[in-house]
């Protein structure tokens, strides 16, 4: 019970740092306060601080040095690989940079990723990936999250590569997709409108056709990259990604 309370307590600090250094309270160049001081405006010790900017470290927001205490880092350094880092970013809000990084990576990453699939994926991953699918269906005509199922569908895909190194990166992309799930499935019509390239992309995994596998989801990256580009052009803010994902109204039948 105390680990746990301990745990909690470095965690809140992490994230209320991360967060003041992601939003630029703290912008790059600036030295954190010293860690009493930190310490005595958080209601922590200065252990919990010392052991907060060690997490931060590892993060790439902030660097420790002698005369110089904890400096923060520019965001070209901060592992934008790394969940906390993607989440303190949605809820500060998102950038037009920060989505066209997102869709210029889902194009690296997925197609090779998907063609891995077509060859390798096993009778659990493809009933994994079916079942996630179904989901998705489900959630258009019933309404329900269909962003979680949107994401465990990729995140099924990934897997089905056998590839270890894709595997574990897949873990770290969980955040990145879902950000981008998120806003292409607020515009309307969305979700239901993108059921049929998903389809493609299960049936050509299972059809063993790595080749068609990538142009379907090739299809799919780009149709999202056209989406993320009309919520960018439109006088609309973009939205901070820190509540639970919209849950999709039924769908209305004649």
């Known amino acids: 019970m105390i680990n746990n309370t301990i745990k909690n307590v470095h965690g809140n600090t992490v994230d209320h740092l991360g967060e003041a250094i992601v939003a630029g309270r703290y912008s790059a160049g600036m030295s954190l306060p010293p860690e009493p001081m930190l310490g005595a405006e958080l209601g922590v010790s200065r252990t919990v601080i010392r052991e907060s900017v060690k997490s931060l470290i590892a993060k790439g927001l902030v660097t420790t040095g002698p005369k110089v205490g904890t400096r923060v880092l520019s965001e070209d350094h901060w592992n934008w690989f790394d969940s906390d880092v993607i989440a303190w970013q949605a809820k500060t809000g998102l950038t037009p940079e920060f989505l066209r990084d997102l869709m210029d990576l889902r194009r690296v990453v997925e197609p090779a990723a998907v063609r891995l699939a077509a060859q390798r994926a096993t009778p ?44 574990q990166m897949s873990k770290a992309l969980g955040a990145l997709l879902r950000t981008s799930f998120e806003l292409t499935t607020s515009k309307p019509g969305g979700p239901a409108s993108s059921l049929a390239g998903h389809r493609a992309v299960l049936d050509a995994v299972i059809a063993r ?21 009309e919520i960018l052009a439109s006088s609309h803010s973009l939205p901070r990604l820190n509540m639970p994902a919209s849950l999709l109204k039924a769908s209305v039948t004649n």
């Open 124 to 167: 659990a991953d493809i009933a994994d990936i079916e079942s996630a699918f179904a989901g998705m269906a489900r959630a258009v005509e019933e309404g329900g999250d269909y962003v979680s199922y949107d994401l465990r569908f990729h995140q099924g895909l990934l897997r089905a590569c056998r590839n270890r190194l894709l595997i």
């Open 209 to 229: 056709k790595p080749t068609k596998a990538e142009k379907a989801i090739l299809v799919l990256i780009d149709g999202a990259h056209q989406d993320v580009e």
